[in-house]
């Protein structure tokens, strides 16, 4: 009588240990995704901060470039609008173009180029974009892992269970990856 | 670091991110190794053979060893002091020399190399 | 990238299991052999105790007795802005939670080594002649081969097997040493029974002398040249430009100076051996580092910049099976390889080059004019002139 209680009851602690297992390794995975995105964040950040001083110095030397730094402002205001995080990575993206065609146009105005802020910024800047690069590589391979988790048995079960979604993937539209400003130095 | 010619401390002037030593002494000027590969490039290094001088032997500045003494540049007119190891010794006037050389037979340099002889060492005179 | 460094401490305590069980083989030999029968496990005491103390010693204080053995300076980012912005992208490229340290020693040859045995107390050490040699893309493959160490735990590895093989190498040399001078007491007193165990024992013992050492120091390199090729196809994914790499690895072996500061032990854990000499360097069991060439070569080949590329280009290069953990070609991501900035190349080295003696003078007390014409004097502590001249202007600057 009491035996097959005890298998029964010994299956169900086993079920429980094992969901539980699979609820924390998702959590786990969870965090692991937020702490990627952190990374990405903090570079995104010093880049939004970085723009008003290149901005305030190639403004006497780029004076006909108008259209240019118009769009990198008005790339910018949109990265401080959005508000969710797919909206956000579609507007940084543009912000990437955007400051792409600025360098691009700075080629053809020797001085601005030999002024030492302007390359102390450059460098910033560019040393910014290839962080926000490799922690966004760093960041979709952990948003892999997670939705790999969360979409495949037996994790979709628990993930269903208490709301585990999949994560967004940080992409690059091709604009942006083509416009992409390249390491320079000058 | 001392002139291997005149043994007094030399100081160090760069422009446009390029750097050399100057004695304020004799006007010689030292190269750095490196300095040098950045200016004139390990694919196209300039034209050197070993020269038979009498001028004095001259101790490496920055390890001690004796230098070489060469002539470069395309004429190979211009004689040089090399370690082989930490760089290259100018005496007064022979950068301007190699300059002049290099303008004559039309020899194109790194557009900075350029930049840096003709801004510090220009060469003044006709052809 | 997990799984990977869980396989890198199995390999590691596997390591430690062996060549401690040599230690302490080598250790109760030697017992038996100067203390006679019965003195085995007070051989191997002494030798646990010369085992742990080393290994104490090194797991609290190598890193520091390293950087300052090298004469290794703390930087931060207002001193080297790219270096220091090349260690934060690799820190994110190798997902490391924590930028190490950056140092840099004042030596014209370039070279380059990762100390510190956590990731989270790690610190990355570059030469100056390094910096002045490199663009930022060769400092970007170097400082990712650094930071792969860090990443994948080899310092930890290196250091056990480090100690490890140092303090067989000791008690060895001890061994011998006293039996050169004193020789066992089997032979001397123990004349009565057991005639034929000591003299196995003695055998035993000369020959775990000779031996122990050689084997302990195959082990070591044998497990750090390996260790090398995952640094070198882990710096190959970070930063996606094999190319990078392959031509810093190339000027570094070309360069004629010899780094100082250096010894037998320390080797190892910079890029590339600093005790051999360039080109020498040959493909056997005593080296700590595979050949240079057939390193540049096998980065040159890759078809891609992930580690099955990197698997793949090996065994072409060398016709071996393969030299990658399975761990790390499971996991690969097939990145794909990015264009280096071939034309931006000299421009960035002189940027380097000049923020490094910058930082050199500025630690040796030179005064900095900054001439109206554009050129920057330079002017050491003992200048004994009491002006300068600028050469492109005329203008003289007085010192007073």
Same mark, same amino acid.
């Given at each position: 009588?009491?035996?097959?209680?005890?298998? *029964?009851?010994?299956?169900?602690?086993?079920?429980?240990?094992?969901?539980?297992?699979?609820?924390?390794?998702?959590?786990?995975?969870?965090?692991?995704?937020?702490?990627?995105?952190?990374?990405?964040?903090?570079?995104?950040?010093?880049?939004?901060?970085?723009?008003?001083?290149?901005?305030?110095?190639?403004?006497?030397?780029?004076?006909?470039?108008?259209?240019?730094?118009?769009?990198?402002?008005?790339?910018?205001?949109?990265?401080?609008?959005?508000?969710?995080?797919?909206?956000?990575?579609?507007?940084?993206?543009?912000?990437?173009?955007?400051?792409?065609?600025?360098?691009?146009?700075?080629?053809?105005?020797?001085?601005?180029?030999?002024?030492?802020? &302007?390359?102390?910024?450059?460098?910033?800047?560019?040393?910014?974009?290839?962080?926000?690069?490799?922690?966004?590589?760093?960041?979709?391979?952990?948003?892999?892992?997670?939705?790999?988790?969360?979409?495949?048995?037996?994790?979709?079960?628990?993930?269903? +269970?208490?709301?585990?979604?999949?994560?967004? &993937?940080?992409?690059?539209?091709?604009?942006?990856?083509?416009?992409?400003?390249?390491?320079?130095?000058? | +670091?001392?002139?291997?010619?005149?043994?007094?401390?030399?100081?160090?002037?760069?422009?446009?991110?390029?750097?050399?030593?100057?004695?304020?002494?004799?006007?010689?000027?030292?190269?750095?190794?490196?300095?040098?590969?950045?200016?004139?490039?390990?694919?196209?290094?300039?034209?050197?053979?070993?020269?038979?001088?009498?001028?004095?032997?001259?101790?490496?500045?920055?390890?001690? $060893?004796? =230098?070489?003494?060469?002539?470069?540049?395309?004429?190979?007119?211009?004689?040089?002091?090399?370690?082989?190891?930490?760089? !290259?010794?100018?005496?007064?006037?022979?950068?301007?020399?190699?300059?002049?050389?290099?303008?004559?037979? #039309?020899?194109?340099?790194?557009?900075?190399?350029?930049?840096?002889?003709?801004?510090?060492?220009?060469?003044?005179?006709?052809? | 990238?997990?799984?990977?460094?869980?396989?890198?401490?199995?390999?590691?305590?596997?390591?430690?299991?062996?060549?401690?069980?040599?230690?302490?083989?080598?250790?109760?030999?030697?017992?038996?052999?100067?203390?006679?029968?019965?003195?085995?496990?007070?051989?191997?005491?002494?030798?646990?105790?010369?085992? &742990?103390?080393?290994?104490?010693?090194?797991?609290?204080?190598?890193?520091?007795?390293?950087?300052?053995?090298?004469?290794?300076?703390?930087?931060? $980012?207002?001193?080297?802005?790219?270096?220091?912005?090349?260690?934060?992208?690799?820190? %994110?490229?190798?997902?490391?939670?924590? !930028?190490?340290?950056?140092?840099?020693?004042?030596?014209?040859?370039?070279?380059?080594?990762?100390?510190?045995?956590?990731?989270?107390?790690?610190?990355?050490? *570059?030469?100056?002649?390094?910096?002045?040699?490199?663009?930022?893309?060769?400092?970007?493959?170097?400082?990712?081969?650094?930071?792969?160490?860090?990443?994948?735990?080899?310092?930890?590895? =290196? %250091?056990?097997?480090?100690?490890?093989?140092?303090?067989?190498?000791?008690?060895?040399?001890?061994?011998?040493?006293? +039996?050169?001078?004193?020789?066992?007491?089997?032979?001397?007193? @123990?004349?009565?029974?057991?005639?034929?165990?000591?003299?196995?024992?003695?055998?035993?013992?000369?020959?775990? =002398?000779?031996?122990?050492?050689?084997?302990?120091?195959?082990?070591?390199?044998?497990?750090?040249?390996?260790?090398?090729?995952?640094?070198?196809?882990?710096?190959?994914?970070?930063?996606?430009?094999?190319?990078?790499?392959?031509?810093?690895?190339?000027?570094?072996? @070309?360069?004629?100076?010899?780094?100082?500061? *250096?010894?037998?032990?320390?080797?190892? !854990?910079?890029?590339?051996?600093?005790? $051999?000499?360039?080109?020498?360097?040959?493909?056997?069991?005593?080296?700590?580092?595979?050949?240079?060439?057939?390193?540049?070569?096998?980065? /040159?080949? +890759?078809?891609?910049?992930?580690?099955?590329?990197? #698997?793949?280009?090996?065994?072409?290069?060398?016709?071996?099976?393969?030299?990658?953990?399975?761990?790390?070609?499971?996991?690969?991501?097939?990145?794909?390889? @990015?264009?280096? #900035?071939?034309?931006?190349?000299?421009?960035?080295?002189?940027?380097?080059?000049?923020?490094?003696?910058?930082?050199?003078?500025?630690?040796?007390?030179?005064?900095?004019?900054?001439?109206?014409?554009?050129?920057?004097?330079?002017?050491?502590?003992? &200048?004994?002139?009491?002006?300068?001249?600028?050469? /492109?202007?005329?203008?003289?600057?007085?010192?007073?």
């Amino acid at each position: 009588m009491m035996f097959p209680l005890l298998i *029964v009851l010994g299956l169900i602690v086993l079920l429980v240990a094992w969901g539980v297992g699979i609820y924390n390794s998702l959590v786990g995975l969870r965090n692991r995704v937020k702490e990627a995105w952190a990374q990405v964040d903090v570079q995104l950040k010093r880049r939004f901060d970085l723009i008003p001083n290149l901005m305030e110095t190639v403004k006497g030397y780029m004076s006909h470039e108008r259209e240019t730094l118009e769009a990198v402002t008005q790339a910018r205001a949109a990265v401080g609008g959005a508000g969710s995080i797919p909206e956000r990575i579609q507007a940084e993206g543009g912000l990437t173009a955007a400051l792409g065609r600025l360098f691009a146009v700075s080629e053809s105005y020797p001085d601005l180029k030999a002024s030492q802020n &302007f390359m102390a910024l450059q460098e910033e800047l560019t040393s910014t974009e290839n962080k926000i690069g490799f922690a966004r590589q760093f960041y979709n391979e952990t948003v892999m892992n997670m939705n790999n988790k969360v979409q495949m048995f037996p994790g979709n079960i628990v993930a269903g +269970m208490f709301n585990f979604k999949n994560e967004a &993937f940080f992409e690059v539209t091709e604009e942006a990856q083509r416009e992409a400003p390249k390491v320079k130095f000058d | +670091m001392k002139c291997p010619a005149c043994r007094v401390p030399m100081y160090a002037v760069e422009f446009k991110q390029v750097e050399v030593d100057l004695c304020p002494d004799c006007g010689g000027v030292w190269f750095d190794r490196g300095e040098l590969s950045l200016l004139l490039g390990v694919e196209r290094p300039l034209e050197t053979e070993p020269a038979a001088t009498d001028e004095d032997a001259r101790p490496c500045p920055l390890c001690d $060893k004796t =230098m070489d003494k060469l002539n470069i540049g395309p004429s190979l007119r211009v004689l040089v002091d090399r370690c082989p190891d930490c760089g !290259m010794w100018f005496d007064r006037r022979e950068v301007e020399d190699l300059g002049r050389d290099l303008r004559d037979n #039309e020899v194109g340099i790194d557009p900075a190399l350029a930049e840096f002889l003709n801004g510090v060492f220009p060469v003044k005179g006709d052809r | 990238m997990w799984e990977q460094i869980a396989a890198n401490r199995r390999k590691s305590f596997l390591l430690v299991v062996g060549a401690a069980l040599l230690l302490m083989a080598l250790g109760w030999f030697l017992g038996e052999y100067f203390g006679g029968r019965g003195f085995g496990p007070f051989g191997l005491g002494i030798a646990a105790v010369v085992w &742990f103390v080393m290994t104490l010693f090194a797991y609290y204080q190598g890193d520091q007795v390293m950087l300052s053995i090298a004469g290794a300076k703390k930087v931060d $980012k207002a001193d080297l802005p790219i270096l220091f912005n090349v260690v934060e992208e690799m820190t %994110l490229a190798a997902g490391l939670s924590r !930028m190490p340290a950056v140092y840099v020693i004042d030596d014209p040859a370039p070279n380059a080594f990762a100390a510190g045995r956590r990731p989270e107390n790690a610190a990355v050490a *570059v030469t100056s002649g390094l910096l002045r040699q490199l663009n930022r893309d060769e400092l970007q493959g170097v400082v990712a081969h650094e930071m792969a160490h860090i990443r994948n735990r080899d310092i930890q590895l =290196m %250091l056990f097997a480090g100690v490890l093989a140092g303090a067989i190498v000791i008690l060895a040399e001890v061994g011998l040493r006293g +039996m050169w001078f004193g020789g066992g007491r089997s032979r001397s007193r @123990r004349s009565s029974g057991g005639q034929d165990g000591s003299a196995i024992v003695a055998i035993l013992a000369i020959a775990l =002398m000779i031996l122990a050492p050689i084997l302990a120091q195959l082990i070591y390199f044998a497990v750090s040249r390996k260790r090398e090729y995952l640094a070198d196809a882990s710096a190959a994914t970070f930063t996606r430009y094999p190319e990078g790499l392959a031509s810093a690895l190339d000027k570094i072996a @070309r360069a004629p100076q010899q780094l100082g500061g *250096v010894t037998q032990a320390t080797a190892p !854990m910079y890029i590339i051996n600093p005790l $051999k000499r360039a080109g020498k360097a040959a493909a056997n069991a005593t080296s700590t580092h595979p050949p240079i060439d057939e390193r540049i070569r096998i980065l /040159r080949s +890759m078809a891609g910049a992930g580690f099955a590329a990197y #698997e793949e280009s090996y065994r072409q290069a060398t016709g071996k099976q393969g030299v990658l953990p399975g761990s790390a070609l499971k996991e690969d991501e097939a990145r794909a390889p @990015r264009s280096g #900035e071939p034309e931006a190349r000299d421009a960035s080295r002189r940027t380097i080059a000049r923020q490094v003696d910058d930082f050199f003078y500025r630690q040796g007390g030179y005064r900095r004019i900054e001439c109206a014409c554009g050129t920057v004097l330079k002017i050491p502590p003992d &200048f004994r002139a009491p002006r300068a001249g600028c050469p /492109r202007c005329g203008a003289v600057h007085e010192l007073g």
